[in-house]
């Protein structure tokens, strides 16, 4: 098997240990655009696509948001299966357009959400799936300080500081979307409210307020880059219960004093791990994988949206 992955920076070097972790016999090259660029163990670099005579299996997309339409729309028309890191892109410019090439070429596409593969949201899904629940309100909140997010390195030149790099924290933390949206569907209304006003002082946005508005309930999503001590966490207020789904302590409680599932030990990596097994399946039996290109373009609609 070859894999192609463009841009090698600290997810790609998770889907690499990933990729090693599940012995696919495969064999991994890298686009890079600097002829002086650091080399990494088991990954071949490669400086010119054109020029390289192999066929790729598949190519991971995980450069900078903001670079990823032109590599969806070259590799697309080079008939590559593409795995591409959420968001898919940072704009909603021309998505049509590259809706319509993947589709004229029937390209199979997954946007990475790894969190999907978190055990909890699991458990929280087939809970959803097995029992009738009656939901009054969903709070899904995610917050950690941006300037602690890369050792040694100024957080304000990093993309996720810049917009016009497709940084922000409605972008970097499109996973609340995109998991809300998969546990209870697409809402019949939206809105949000985007900022940057904290004191850590960036041009992108630093808040993100959305609320998604359902026939029985409303979910309401707090994101944002400045909350010293992290939390990230889904509260389900039931007419009998409140569930809270921890996804940093990797628990599933219940006011009434219940712990309803819990993941001991477990490691973020192994979403890396589960979501690559499934998209690998996905090409052997030749099936159009969950969350495509264009149902995640639905979830950045509602990502983008700003009243």
């Not at 909890?120 to 909140?141: A, G, H, K, M, P």
């Not at 009434?256 to 819990?262: D, S």
């Not at 589960?274 to 950045?300: A, G, R």
């Amino acid at each position: 098997m070859n894999i192609l992955i463009v841009g090698l920076g600290s997810i790609a070097k998770k889907h690499i240990k990933a990729l090693e972790h599940l012995n696919l016999d495969a064999t991994i090259y890298a686009l890079r655009s600097d002829a002086n660029a650091s080399k990494v163990e088991n990954v071949i670099n490669i400086f010119d696509l054109e020029a390289v005579d192999v066929s790729f299996d598949f190519a991971i997309i995980s450069n900078p948001t903001h670079l990823h339409f032109e590599f969806i729309e070259r590799l697309a028309l080079k008939h590559i299966p593409l795995f591409i890191e959420k968001p898919a892109v940072h704009t909603l410019d021309n998505s049509e357009t590259l809706t319509q090439i993947i589709k004229d070429n029937n390209i199979i596409t997954y946007v990475a959400c790894n969190l999907r593969f978190h055990p909890c949201l699991s458990f929280l899904w087939d809970t959803l799936q097995r029992e009738q629940l009656r939901i009054n309100e969903v709070n899904v909140y995610c917050g950690s300080y941006l300037p602690e997010w890369r050792a040694n390195k100024d957080y304000k030149s990093i993309y996720s500081a810049n917009a016009d790099m497709g940084g922000g924290v409605h972008l970097d933390l499109f996973h609340e979307i995109d998991y809300t949206t998969w546990l209870f569907g697409f809402p019949n209304k939206s809105s949000s409210v985007l900022r940057s006003a904290s004191s850590i002082d960036i041009n992108a946005y630093d808040y993100a307020n959305y609320i998604l508005e359902y026939d029985t309930f409303t979910a309401n999503i707090v994101l944002n880059y400045y909350r010293r001590k992290a939390k990230r966490e889904i509260e389900l207020v039931l007419d009998t219960e409140t569930i809270t789904v921890d996804l940093i302590n990797n628990t599933v409680t219940s006011d009434l004093g219940k712990t309803l599932f819990e993941a001991k030990d477990y490691s973020i990596q192994r979403t890396y791990e589960s979501q690559l097994k499934y998209f690998t399946d996905v090409l052997k039996q030749n099936i159009q994988p969950m969350n495509s290109f264009n149902e995640s373009i639905k979830n950045l609609k509602i990502c983008l949206q700003h009243d």
